[in-house]
C-alpha cells in the first residue's frame, strides 16, 4: 500500500488525477500496478502514468508504442523469464543493453542479466499491460521468423532509417536493415523524464572548458600502497617473482589463493573490486590475472574486456573463475568472446588453480611481454594521437577528434585522460550514453577528479536516470573546489530531490 500512495501522491501533484478519484482508486481491490492501472482504464495519460513512474523510480519510462525492435535482441533473454518477471531486451548496442521493465526494484533479475550477457543494463520503466502485450507479440513474432517488432506509433523517420515498413517487412529485400540508433531510440519521443529531471537537463550541459584545460597531472593517481593489496600473513616474495593479481569479492577465497600462490614462489597482489583491479594492472603490470566472473560495481566480464581488448595490457593471461555458469561451451565462449586464456569452475581443488597457472606463466619469460621500446612507442603513440585529437577538437572537427581519441583508448583503455576527454568529446556530439560509458571508465581510473564526476552526474541527470544523478551529485559535493561549487550542487541537489 505504502508504493501505491507514493505513486497516487507524485499523479496528485502532477495533477493527473483528482483527489476522488485517487480515493478510489486506493480503496478498490483490484490488481496491478496502481499507475499501470489507472492508464489502462483511461482514468489517467500513458504520458502521465509514465512521468509518474519516472519520477517514483528514479529512472526513464518508455512508450512501448513508439518502439521499433529488431528481435534478434530477443535472444538475450528466454520467453519464460521475460513474462514471468515482466521485463524486455529493447536495444543491444556495444557492451550496453536497454531493457523495459515493470518493476525496476527487481535487482536480482537485472542483475543476473548483465551477468548472463556481459553487458551493462539499463532499465526504463513501461506500463505493466503495455508491456505485456509487447512481450506476447514481439516473442510470437520472433517464433513465427519475423525480424522486427514495430509498435503502433514508432516514428516514420527510424522506419526510414531501418528500411522496413509498418508490418516490419523490408521495403527493399536486396539490403540489409540498418542499426537503429541509440541516441535516437532512447531520447526520441518515445522516452518520458519526470519533469523535474526534464527541466534540468534542459538548462544543465557538460562543461567544454574541461576538455583542454586537463593537465597530465590530473591523470596521476597515489599508487595504492602494495600492504593494502596484499594478505597480511603472507611475507613479500623474492626480488625477480612473478606478480598474480587475485580479484575475488569472497575474502576466504582470497586468502586462500593468496597463501597458496605465495607458497609457491609468486607476488601475491588482490582486491575484492574490479574498479581497483584496473587501477592495480595500470599501476603494477601483473604478469597473470585470477578474475571472477561476478564482481560489485565492475563487472569480471567488463574487466576482462578492457584489459584484453588493449596491445598495452592485452598480454596479460587472465584465468576467469565462476561459481555460476560451468560446462565446457560456457569455458570456451568467454574464450571466444573475452579472449580469457583459462576458466575454472567454482569450487575448485588448490592442485588444480596452481596447475593452471603454472602451465599458463610456466613457459613465460619475461622477455615475452612487449619490451620497453615497444611500451615506449605506445606510449608515444597515445600521446601524438591525444595532441591530434585536442587540435581537431579546437578546429571544430568533432568527428576526427573522436576518431583519434579512440585510437589512442584502444592502446592503452586504462588512461584516464583520454576516457574523460573522449567522454566530453561525445557529451558535445550529443551521444549521451556513449559519454556516460567513456566518463564511468574514466571515474573508476581516478575516482578523485572533480570535473569528471560532476560531467558524469550532468549526463545520468540528461539520460533521465535521477537515482544515479543524484548519487554522483552527492559525490561531486565531495570533491567540489570551494565553497561556492558546493552551495550551487547543494542547491541542485535539492531540486533533484
Not at 190 to 200: A, P, S
Not at 375 to 392: C, F, N, T, W, Y
Not at 409 to 415: E, K
Not at 485 to 494: A, N, P, Q
Request: proline share 6%; hydrophobic share 40%; charged share 30%.
Amino acid at each position: 500500500m505504502t508504493e501505491r500512495k507514493q505513486i497516487g501522491k507524485i499523479l496528485l501533484r502532477q495533477r493527473a488525477l483528482t483527489p476522488d478519484q485517487l480515493e478510489r482508486a486506493l480503496t478498490e481491490k483490484k490488481g496491478g500496478r496502481l499507475a499501470s492501472r489507472l492508464a489502462a482504464e483511461g482514468t489517467i495519460t500513458d504520458l502521465s502514468a509514465l512521468k509518474a513512474l519516472s519520477e517514483q523510480h528514479g529512472i526513464p519510462g518508455i512508450d512501448l508504442a513508439q518502439i521499433c525492435l529488431r528481435l534478434e535482441t530477443l535472444d538475450l533473454l528466454p520467453r519464460e523469464i521475460a513474462e514471468k518477471h515482466l521485463i524486455l531486451p529493447v536495444l543491444m548496442r556495444d557492451d550496453r543493453l536497454f531493457v523495459a521493465t515493470a518493476n525496476p526494484r527487481e535487482h536480482k533479475v537485472l542483475d543476473e542479466l548483465e551477468f548472463v550477457t556481459g553487458r551493462k543494463v539499463y532499465p526504463y520503466v513501461a506500463l505493466e499491460s503495455s508491456l505485456a502485450h509487447v512481450i506476447e507479440d514481439a516473442y510470437g513474432k520472433k517464433a513465427r521468423g519475423e525480424s522486427f517488432y514495430v509498435g503502433a506509433q514508432c516514428p516514420q523517420a527510424m522506419l526510414d532509417k531501418l528500411r522496413i515498413d509498418r508490418t516490419g517487412q523490408p521495403l527493399d529485400p536486396d539490403q540489409d536493415a540498418g542499426e537503429p540508433d541509440s541516441e535516437r531510440v532512447l531520447h526520441g519521443p518515445g522516452v518520458v523524464v519526470d519533469d523535474e529531471v526534464g527541466r534540468l537537463s534542459e538548462s544543465d550541459d557538460i562543461e567544454e572548458q574541461d576538455f583542454d584545460n586537463l593537465q597530465r597531472e590530473d591523470s596521476v593517481v597515489e599508487p595504492i600502497p602494495e600492504d593494502q593489496l596484499r594478505e597480511p600473513s603472507v611475507p613479500p616474495a623474492a626480488p625477480g617473482a612473478k606478480t598474480i593479481l587475485i580479484v575475488d569479492d569472497e575474502l576466504e577465497i582470497r586468502k586462500m589463493l593468496s597463501r597458496l600462490l605465495a607458497r609457491a614462489g609468486y607476488r601475491v597482489l588482490e582486491t575484492d573490486r574490479g574498479v581497483t583491479a584496473l587501477r592495480i594492472v595500470k599501476e603494477q603490470t601483473p604478469d597473470l590475472i585470477v578474475l571472477d566472473a561476478m564482481l560489485p560495481e565492475v563487472h569480471g566480464f567488463d574487466v576482462a574486456r578492457r584489459i584484453k581488448g588493449s596491445r598495452r595490457y592485452g598480454h596479460i593471461p587472465i584465468v576467469m573463475v565462476s561459481a555460476v555458469y560451468r560446462g565446457w561451451r560456457y569455458a570456451e565462449d568467454l574464450r571466444q568472446t573475452l579472449g580469457v586464456d583459462d576458466f575454472i569452475e567454482k569450487p575448485f581443488t588448490l592442485q588444480d588453480v596452481l596447475a593452471r597457472v603454472q602451465g599458463l606463466l610456466g613457459g613465460k619469460e619475461p622477455s615475452e611481454k612487449p619490451p620497453p621500446s615497444a611500451v615506449a612507442e605506445a606510449s608515444a603513440e597515445v600521446e601524438r594521437a591525444l595532441a591530434e585529437g585536442i587540435e581537431a577538437y579546437r578546429a571544430g572537427r568533432l568527428d576526427e577528434a573522436v576518431a583519434r581519441l579512440r585510437r589512442a583508448v584502444a592502446i592503452d583503455p586504462l588512461a584516464f585522460r583520454l576516457r574523460f576527454q573522449l567522454g566530453l568529446l561525445y557529451g558535445r556530439k550529443g551521444q549521451v550514453f556513449d559519454a556516460v560509458s567513456e566518463l564511468e571508465t574514466a571515474v573508476s581510473v581516478n575516482p578523485q577528479h572533480f570535473p569528471a564526476v560532476k560531467n558524469l552526474a550532468i549526463l545520468y541527470q540528461k539520460a533521465g536516470f535521477r537515482n544515479k544523478a543524484v548519487e554522483t551529485w552527492e559525490r561531486a559535493l565531495a570533491l567540489a573546489p570551494d565553497d561556492a561549487t558546493r552551495l550551487s550542487i547543494r542547491e541542485h541537489l535539492l531540486r533533484l530531490l
